[in-house]
């Protein structure tokens, strides 16, 4: 193994999480709404549920219907704007193109 590339890599994994953790750019707007979504979730929940694992899941959940809402609402404007039918293979096509850079990643 190059001895710069330790190094690299640990650079890179710190940019990625810096990205994914405060945004960058646009998404600097999708992570504050996501923050907020978040520890409203977390405020609500926790009024019931105490277990760290069941709020987890809680909050996951919850952020993924809202995700795939956001999905859909984007793709539905995107419609609107083409005047064509949204259809769910449009928000499932959205849905891989999103999560295939994920994919990349983590290899």
Known sequence: MPAGSESER??????ELGRLALGEGREVAATLYGTVIVMATLTDAYATEKHPA????????????????????????RSIAEER????????????ALIRPLDSKAS
């Open 54 to 77: 069941k709020l987890a899941a809680i909050v996951l959940s919850t952020s993924l219907v809202i995700w795939v809402a956001h999905l859909h609402a984007e793709g539905l404007a």
């Open 10 to 15: 640990h650079s890179t994994v710190r940019r």
């Open 85 to 96: 039918r949204l259809t769910w293979a449009d928000t499932a096509r959205r849905m891989k």
